[in-house]
């Protein structure tokens, strides 16, 4: 009787333990697919679309995961096959500086006009 006590016991730790990993795959899949922009549909991004390629793009996310890559390694596998323009918060590099100053310097001008007009 206590070898099965011990064996369901180690039998349920296990299955716990397989239940929290499934779980963090599951949220990273998630957070990942989401921050995957489609190319076939305008602004949605991966998670939100049904189209042929994201359900192509979900399938390769989920299989990178299963093989242990990180969530750096699947964004730089799919920015090498698509580019740049796929991730939705691309990295701050020097193509990409345009992006991440751009609207910091709207924002400046736009204050600038308002504070010029008010005076």
Do not use: H
Request: charged content about 25%; glycine content about 4%; overall charge positive.
């Amino acid at each position: 009787m206590r070898i099965l006590k011990t064996f369901l016991l180690v039998v349920l730790f296990i299955n716990i333990a397989n239940a929290n990993t499934d779980i963090k795959d599951k949220n990273l899949n998630n957070k990942i697919l989401k921050n995957i922009r489609c190319l076939v549909c305008q602004g949605q991004s991966v998670y939100d679309s049904e189209s042929e390629f994201s359900s192509t793009i979900k399938l390769l996310v989920k299989k990178k995961i299963n093989e242990g890559k990180s969530e750096k390694q699947i964004y730089e596998f799919l920015r090498k096959r698509y580019g740049d323009w796929v991730i939705f918060e691309p990295e701050l590099n020097k193509n990409t500086y345009i992006l991440w100053i751009l609207p910091l310097l709207l924002f400046l001008l736009g204050g600038a006009i308002i504070r010029k007009k008010l005076k």
